[in-house]
């Protein structure tokens, strides 16, 4: 099984310019989410979906837009990049449940310049 | 404010020298506390869930604990393939997101 797949796995930006990320997973979850990862400061929950067609804010929303597609499939938009938000950014699922084990993705290391 | 600390930042043991991991945590009403290890350049990987103060896990050289403020993973004889970041979250009742600790890097010289 492949579990939870981003694209790209790398990816550099100028300031201003816009990209998606893309996250799908092929473990019929009900919950999806996306975190950001920088040194020092942990993982910090960005946006996430508790099922198709909800999205809710999480910690450090500002920037950021999500589109929950379908059920497989969660995606993170940057409008207008900015340094800031060079980081490396991790989509995650489980079934639902609060007291469930989250699986990751292998993360996106965005550099915005 | 849901809160988890981890102590030490990074930790260096030599092959077999047997030590702890701490996370510190305040949550209202606890739901679960999580570990995981992530390798460079990963996503991090699920090892235990820990649910009431008393509660403990193991898995090969990896031992949990729980109380009711701190959880502590505790690493037996380490080897080289032990070497990782170790992660610890917290679950609150009712919320729907994990709150990360900073994590603890670990490195076991051979």
């Known amino acids: 099984n492949a579990g939870v797949t981003q694209t790209p796995k790398f990816q550099v930006l100028k300031t201003g310019q816009s990209m998606t990320l893309q996250c799908a997973q092929d473990?019929?979850?009900?919950?999806m989410y996306w975190y950001r990862q920088d040194p020092g400061m942990g993982l910090r929950l960005i946006y996430y979906?508790?099922?198709?067609?909800?999205?809710d804010k999480g910690e450090v929303p500002n920037g950021y837009n999500v589109s929950r597609l379908n059920k497989r499939e969660f995606s993170l938009r940057l409008e207008s990049a900015a340094p800031s938000q060079t980081s490396v950014y991790f989509c995650?699922?489980?079934?639902?449940?609060?007291?469930?084990?989250?699986?990751f993705g292998s993360g996106t290391q965005l550099s915005v310049l | 404010e849901d809160q988890v600390t981890q102590s030490p930042e990074a930790l260096r043991l030599q092959e077999g020298e047997s030590s702890s991991l701490n996370c510190s945590y305040t949550?209202?009403?606890?739901?679960?506390l999580f570990w995981y290890r992530q390798d460079p350049g990963k996503g991090p990987e699920f090892l235990f869930t820990?649910?009431?103060a008393g509660e403990e896990k193991e898995k090969e050289r990896l031992k949990a604990t729980l109380t009711k403020k701190e959880s502590f993973l505790h690493i037996t004889a380490p080897k080289p393939e032990d070497s990782a970041t170790y992660l610890c979250?917290?679950?609150?009742?009712?919320?729907?997101?994990?709150?990360f600790g900073q994590g603890t890097r670990l490195t076991i010289n051979p």
């Open positions: 949550v209202s009403g606890l739901r679960g």
């Open positions: 979906s508790a099922s198709e067609g909800t999205t």
């Open positions: 820990l649910y009431s």
């Open positions: 473990m019929n979850h009900n919950s």
């Open positions: 995650a699922s489980r079934w639902g449940t609060a007291d469930e084990k989250l699986f």
């Open positions: 979250a917290v679950q609150a009742g009712g919320a729907q997101k994990l709150v």
